[in-house]
């Protein structure tokens, strides 16, 4: 956040009047529902990945890996590779090991790593699961902001920071096509849904409202990663633009299918929201 104001205010001739507030109920959705807590760690999910790390045969992947660098004897006395690491007076992240494995390796690591995320965090088996719900706030607030916006111009932007972990359910709730496809095959998850697309270094999502003068009707354009999204589900004649009224409405449409209102309590409904 620091480096983008840095930046922005650079490239500004009047310098902008920037009010910082702390949103971890909109941003930081996972922390205050248990029931998702308990999700992720839920058999279905754990056997469902243990069984694509069996398919993708990820033990021989590691051990193959280990064998290429070190002594299996050498193997035995090791703790942990996180720990070896420490002991070094390393981190993880001053660490290059993808010259150290073929093609082949990275990319059956590569399936279950986004499997992972797929099933905690994108659209999984349920589009209307617990992982895209959880985003429910985030959507809540952004409709909210661009009302107030509309009805006041109190602000000229309103911008959030956060993480890919807020992206991608965040991107499957708003039906951002590609962002919401689901799928049973993890194996080929690659070719339906792709988190380098969605939650790059960098990631974002934007609306941006479009008026003309003397007229009250407003166009909003969605963007995922500065590139014009189409939304799922919501029909237009004008891409890339939505007509506001119909995007909001059809946002509304699907919230009142979970018996959600716009002035709910989201500390509430995230401390009750359940995996169904």
């Known amino acids: 956040a620091d480096a983008f104001f840095t930046g922005l205010n650079s490239s500004l001739k009047n310098k902008p009047v920037i009010t910082r507030t ?4 909109n941003l930081r959705f996972y922390d205050f529902s248990p029931a998702y807590d308990e999700f992720t760690k839920s058999d279905t999910i754990i056997k469902t990945l243990q069984n694509l790390r069996q398919k993708e045969h990820i033990d021989l992947v590691n051990k193959i890996f280990a064998e290429r660098i070190f002594k299996s004897s050498f193997l035995q006395k090791l703790s942990s590779d996180q720990t070896e690491i420490e002991k070094a007076e390393l981190k993880t992240a001053d660490l290059n090991f993808n010259q150290l494995f073929t093609c082949d390796e990275l990319a059956r690591l590569a399936v ?13 088996m349920d589009i209307n699961g617990i992982q895209v719900k959880i985003a429910v706030p985030l959507l809540i607030n952004f409709i909210q902001t661009t009302n107030e916006f509309i009805d006041n111009h109190k602000y000229s932007a309103q911008l959030r920071f956060a993480h890919a972990e807020t992206i991608l359910p965040f991107a499957a709730l708003l039906n951002i096509s590609s962002a919401d496809n689901t799928t049973k095959a993890l ?4 070719r339906y849904w792709k988190p380098e697309n969605i ?10 409202l479009y008026k003309k003068d003397g007229e009250k009707k407003y166009l909003v354009k969605v963007l995922l990663n500065e ?3 189409r939304i799922n589900g919501l029909t237009t004649k004008v891409f890339p633009f939505y007509n506001w009224n119909d995007l909001t409405s059809f946002y509304q449409k699907k ?4 018996r959600i209102n716009l002035e709910a309590d989201m500390v509430l409904y995230l401390k009750n929201l359940t995996a169904e």
Do not use: R
């Open 22 to 25: 702390t949103d971890d109920t």
């Open 112 to 124: 279950v790593d986004a499997a992972e995320d797929y099933l905690n965090k994108g659209p999984g």
């Open 187 to 190: 194996s080929k998850l690659n």
């Open 199 to 208: 939650a790059p270094l960098g990631s974002n999502i934007q609306w941006i």
């Open 227 to 229: 590139k014009e999204a």
């Open 255 to 258: 919230l009142s299918g979970w």
